[in-house]
């Protein structure tokens, strides 16, 4: 499993509020009453992550749903600074005079409005270890989970994580005896070693390091196995609406994509909702090799951005 200084971004989930309903949400939204991190906490994670190498991320939900949004931007461009700062969001109506804390805030921003029949989610609540009764096996899928290879760790109010996963399980399921890391300064330089606690408890209720059946985002149906079934049957709104299917725990054995389209002029139709319109952030200023990423930029001012660049210079760099 990776080490979290080699993740290209740690996240902080600000809440698990969200306008969308998707099918398969990684946050489980839909599943419980949203939450909101609280100004103190969310102090405590940006401080606990000055200094890390790379990006530091909103996450949510939508993070633009949190009332207080614009407070967090101003305390996080203050501690970390716009260059490692990224945002993941749909860019929600109704949220457009946000447009310039964006543009000031994110040198990164990854946006899907979740309106395409070609975007995949993978049933992380059908557990890999009522799939996979060979439990070495589980184990060995275990270690090479794709999400914990290519995604991010967490801070959210339970505490620090290794994956977000597990992160979004913990805050789904409530054990009091199960909390993640304290979050103080550094507490991203643990090792591999240190995970052992998080992965025994999480990663065998999590189906993402089995091969399963993806549904696209818009169906809204969930995905459960019997065992996440029971412990969420009593208190889950979205079982209730009856949004959900039980698993027949069955592996595919055909390649499962995630998002098919890879599509600029789908991103850019968005962005350009609030004014705002996306580079690719390929120079020197990435905290990536060559960029990987988009930078937001305002319209209606195209002198305008933090860096003090012309839009013809940023075109010149692409």
Known sequence: MRLITSMSTVQVE???????????????????????????????????????PRMVGFQGGEPLLHPEFEKFCAYAREKIGYEKLGLWTTLPNGFENYRKTICDTFYYIFVNDHSRDDIFHHPGLV???????????MWQMIDKCWVQETWSASVNPKGAFFCEMAAAQAMLFQEEDHQGWGVEPGWWWRTTKDYREQIEKWCPRCGFACPLDRKNSIS?????????YDRLKGTSPKIAKGMFKVSDLKMTTEEQPLAAYKNEAYRDRIAKRYGIFLVINSDDKSCFDGGSYWTPYLYNKFSYNPAERSISSMLEER
């Open 220 to 228: 809204g149906m969930d995905d459960l196995s019997p065992m996440n």
């Open 14 to 52: 600000i809440t698990s509020a969200c306008q969308k309903s998707c099918a398969n949400c990684s946050r489980f939204c839909g599943h419980y009453r949203p939450w909101f991190m609280s100004f103190d906490q969310f102090k405590e994670a940006i401080d606990s992550m000055v200094g890390y």
């Open 127 to 137: 557990a890999i270890e009522e799939v996979v009764k060979d439990k070495n096996q």
